[in-house]
Nanobody, 125 residues
């Protein structure tokens, strides 16, 4: 069974940086797509990035391009989301998700089979 655990969230001032981690277990191959999502209070969940673990293809939502960087360390079964120049509007619970049947290629997938529990990111102004 695949299990995902996020970490790295916290309280940070605007302009600061955070690196979120998504550590997975139960993967039987590298042929997985990992996605990062966020959900702010009262708002719908938003996909922000994805990465293909097999070839490191990465995509970003327009709202985060240039500030968010996704990367994967397959030796550690961990995907990172580096967030720079944090803004108060980045405040949300950040989730990672995984699936073998979605592709990070022509657009951000929205439907994944496996989800983590989320990590809170709070940005103060």
């Amino acid at each position: 069974e695949v299990r995902l655990v996020e970490s790295g969230g916290g309280l940070v001032q605007a302009g600061g940086s955070l690196r979120l981690s998504c550590t997975g277990s139960g993967f039987t191959s590298d042929d997985w797509t990992i996605g990062w999502f966020r959900q702010a209070p009262g708002k719908e969940r938003e996909g922000v990035s994805c990465i293909s673990r097999s070839d490191n293809t990465a995509l970003y939502a327009d709202s985060v391009k240039g500030r968010f960087t996704i990367s994967s360390d397959n030796t550690k079964n961990t995907v990172y989301l580096q967030i720079n120049s944090l803004k108060p509007e980045d405040t949300a619970v950040y989730y990672c998700a995984a699936d073998t049947w979605v592709a990070c290629s022509s657009g951000l997938p929205s439907r994944y089979d496996y989800w983590g529990q989320g990590t809170q990111v709070t940005v103060s102004s």
